[in-house]
């Protein structure tokens, strides 16, 4: 397949759509115009695996700016935009293999077809590409051998990548994009945070103030969902499974719960853990009239929907992105885009702004492996910290702030063991 997309008529206002995030993406920009002049991706197959959005469209165009031969398939069946696939065909000639609503067997077809381009770099968001190449039935062992290294984007496909390393099992190495602090600062708690509060808004039309309001996970996610809910003023519970993260959260001023305690309680709850099953059958039995469930979590597996549907009587579709199940004892609770990622199936997904650093850590992650892969091991590797400054720099740049520099005195002071009281 060249691509595989909904319609090219639909290009217009795609372009028009990647040009308005692009106007929010100063730092990735700023690599592209270097990209450009430097070329130091020529020649180098890149396979991403994705959300196809304005924001990703940029990414896209910046690899091949710097000479990568890219291709893009969705990593979420309800991410995609589907003009923005098309843009980047017609306008751009990337290979997209994305339709918006595509089912199981459809998107594991479009994750076949980047893999079949015999990417030397690879890029993730959820490791489906990494996962595919590890696993015994992938019909292209060339394929995983060609592979110089990747990168990954979220909590759950570090997680799962990290699994790979402990085993042994790990075929390449791995820059981890997740764990830059300025992906963290911005992309989990900020991004995060913000798109998850609107894709429930838009989802509902619902207030949240006065809401009690579920957060289940205090990760950076967790913490940025929890801080723009009483923000809007929500009372705000957290649940968690890690003593440090459940006593940071009580220092922060939340309410601090297990799930079986919040459940008769909380109006609106949001799974944010990488983990399954986190609300479930004895959950659900205890919920409210009208509870709202949603995840921002990556997969949708934290919310045991086999299980409430085993519960139900009646499962309709009252309206866009709101499923309503009805409990054998007519008690009524709301599912949001089908326990998917609510930010991006809802809503838009986190603001460019906040994309600018994640996709800014890729691009320059995709550079490190094309030049260093020959010397890095089998292993996860944390995004290179000189790559994380330089991109913090290059926002307060954008920005036009200023901070302080060392003087030679104070940068000998920091250097001595000698001096001091």
Same mark, same amino acid.
Request: charged share 25%; with cysteine; net charge positive.
């Given at each position: 397949?060249?691509?595989?997309?909904?319609?090219?008529?639909?290009?217009?206002?795609?372009?028009?759509?990647?040009?308005?995030?692009?106007?929010?993406?100063?730092?990735?920009?700023?690599?592209?115009?270097?990209?450009?002049?430097?070329?130091?991706?020529?020649?180098?197959?890149?396979?991403?695996?994705?959300?196809?959005?304005?924001?990703?469209?940029?990414?896209?165009?910046?690899?091949?700016?710097?000479?990568?031969?890219?291709?893009?398939?969705?990593?979420?069946?309800?991410?995609?935009?589907?003009?923005?696939?098309?843009?980047?065909?017609?306008?751009?000639?990337?290979?997209?293999?994305?339709?918006?609503?595509?089912?199981?067997?459809?998107?594991?077809?479009?994750?076949? @077809?980047?893999?079949?381009? !015999?990417?030397? =770099? %690879?890029?993730?968001?959820?490791? +489906?590409? /990494?996962?595919?190449? *590890?696993?015994?039935?992938?019909?292209?062992?060339?394929?995983?051998?060609?592979?110089?290294?990747?990168?990954?984007?979220?909590?759950?496909?570090?997680?799962?990548?990290?699994?790979?390393?402990?085993?042994?099992?790990?075929?390449?190495?791995?820059?981890?994009?997740?764990?830059?602090?300025?992906?963290?600062?911005?992309?989990?708690?900020?991004?995060?945070?913000?798109?998850?509060?609107?894709?429930?808004?838009?989802?509902?039309?619902?207030?949240?103030?006065?809401?009690?309001?579920?957060?289940?996970?205090?990760?950076?996610?967790?913490?940025?969902?929890?801080?723009?809910?009483?923000?809007?003023?929500?009372?705000?519970?957290?649940?968690?499974?890690?003593?440090?993260?459940?006593?940071?959260?009580?220092?922060?001023?939340?309410?601090?719960?297990?799930?079986?305690? @919040?459940?008769?309680?909380? !109006?609106?709850? =949001? %799974?944010?853990?990488?983990?399954? +099953?986190? /609300?479930?059958?004895? *959950?659900?039995?205890?919920?409210?009239?009208?509870?709202?469930?949603?995840?921002?979590?990556?997969?949708?597996?934290?919310?045991?929907?086999?299980?409430?549907?085993?519960?139900?009587?009646?499962?309709?579709?009252i309206r866009s992105f709101?499923?309503?199940?009805?409990?054998?004892?007519?008690?009524?609770?709301?599912?949001?885009?089908?326990?998917?990622?609510?930010?991006?199936?809802?809503?838009?997904?986190?603001?460019?702004?906040?994309?600018?650093?994640?996709?800014?850590?890729?691009?320059?992650?995709?550079?490190?492996?094309?030049?260093?892969?020959?010397?890095?091991?089998?292993?996860?590797?944390?995004?290179?910290?000189?790559?994380?400054?330089?991109?913090?720099?290059?926002?307060?740049?954008?920005?036009?702030?200023?901070?302080?520099?060392?003087?030679?005195?104070?940068?000998?002071?920091l250097e001595s063991w000698?001096?001091?009281?």
């Open positions: 397949m060249k691509h595989d997309i909904r319609s090219l008529a639909l290009a217009n206002k795609g372009k028009d759509r990647i040009e308005w995030a692009g106007q929010s993406m100063p730092v990735v920009l700023s690599i592209r115009k270097n990209f450009s002049r430097t070329k130091p991706l020529k020649g180098v197959r890149i396979g991403a695996c994705l959300h196809v959005t304005s924001e990703t469209a940029n990414l896209m165009i910046t690899l091949k700016e710097g000479g990568a031969h890219v291709s893009l398939c969705a990593s979420n069946p309800l991410s995609t935009q589907d003009e923005v696939a098309a843009s980047l065909v017609k306008h751009y000639g990337i290979p997209v293999f994305a339709v918006n609503g595509e089912n199981s067997k459809q998107y594991y077809r479009h994750i076949q @077809a980047v893999l079949a381009t !015999n990417p030397q =770099v %690879t890029m993730d968001d959820g490791a +489906d590409l /990494i996962s595919t190449l *590890h696993r015994t039935r992938d019909p292209r062992p060339e394929t995983r051998d060609s592979i110089w290294g990747s990168t990954e984007e979220t909590t759950t496909g570090v997680i799962r990548l990290k699994s790979l390393e402990k085993e042994g099992k790990l075929q390449f190495p791995i820059i981890a994009v997740n764990e830059a602090q300025t992906k963290h600062l911005f992309d989990n708690r900020y991004g995060t945070g913000q798109s998850t509060l609107d894709g429930i808004i838009r989802a509902t039309n619902h207030l949240i103030a006065g809401q009690i309001f579920v957060v289940a996970g205090y990760g950076w996610c967790g913490k940025g969902v929890a801080m723009r809910a009483k923000g809007l003023g929500a009372q705000v519970i957290v649940t968690e499974v890690e003593p440090l993260r459940a006593l940071e959260a009580v220092m922060d001023g939340f309410s601090v719960k297990t799930m079986a305690e @919040a459940a008769p309680i909380g !109006n609106i709850f =949001v %799974t944010l853990t990488g983990d399954r +099953d986190v /609300i479930r059958k004895e *959950h659900f039995l205890k919920m409210k009239d009208g509870a709202i469930l949603a995840n921002s979590g990556h997969f949708d597996i934290e919310i045991d929907i086999a299980a409430l549907k085993k519960l139900s009587r009646k499962t309709q579709r709101v499923d309503e199940y009805i409990l054998q004892n007519r008690k009524k609770i709301y599912v949001l885009a089908e326990g998917r990622l609510v930010n991006l199936a809802a809503a838009e997904g986190h603001p460019a702004s906040v994309m600018d650093l994640s996709f800014a850590n890729q691009s320059l992650s995709a550079e490190y492996i094309a030049r260093h892969h020959d010397n890095l091991g089998r292993k996860v590797y944390a995004v290179p910290e000189p790559i994380d400054r330089e991109i913090a720099r290059l926002k307060l740049e954008a920005m036009q702030i200023s901070i302080d520099q060392l003087t030679p005195v104070q940068k000998g002071y000698q001096l001091g009281t």
